[in-house]
């Protein structure tokens, strides 16, 4: 591995706890409480802890995990688009006639 690499991947680790620690816990959490209230609507409260009141919780959760990852998958692509329109607008600077035959 080369130098530039190891701070790449500290990097990347570090953002990768912070997503998991900032973004999808938090995700789980409401989830699972939106799938709570909505098992708590169709069966009734309290909810008792049956196959389908607890696979509507799960559900909640999944649902939760999916909407902040396209949130993520946005953000990330639309950075790379910014990145892409940067990249092919670009305009290479010359420099002046003067310059150029004074470095030859």
């Given at each position: 591995?080369?130098?530039k690499?190891?701070?790449t991947?500290v990097?990347?680790?570090?953002?990768?706890?912070?997503?998991?620690a900032?973004?999808l816990l938090?995700?789980?959490?409401?989830?699972?409480?939106?799938?709570l209230l909505?098992?708590?609507?169709?069966?009734?409260?309290?909810?008792?802890?049956?196959?389908?009141?607890?696979?509507l919780?799960?559900?909640?959760?999944?649902?939760?995990v999916?909407a902040?990852?396209?949130l993520?998958?946005?953000?990330v692509?639309g950075?790379?688009?910014?990145?892409?329109?940067?990249?092919?607008?670009?305009v290479?600077i010359?420099?002046?006639?003067?310059?150029?035959?004074?470095?030859?």
């Amino acid at each position: 591995m080369t130098n530039k690499k190891i701070p790449t991947l500290v990097g990347s680790g570090i953002g990768l706890a912070l997503f998991l620690a900032v973004a999808l816990l938090p995700a789980m959490l409401y989830g699972g409480y939106a799938g709570l209230l909505l098992a708590g609507g169709i069966f009734g409260t309290p909810v008792v802890p049956t196959l389908l009141p607890r696979a509507l919780i799960v559900f909640g959760m999944v649902m939760g995990v999916v909407a902040v990852g396209s949130l993520s998958l946005f953000a990330v692509l639309g950075a790379a688009a910014g990145a892409a329109v940067g990249a092919l607008t670009s305009v290479t600077i010359r420099k002046p006639a003067a310059q150029e035959s004074a470095s030859r």
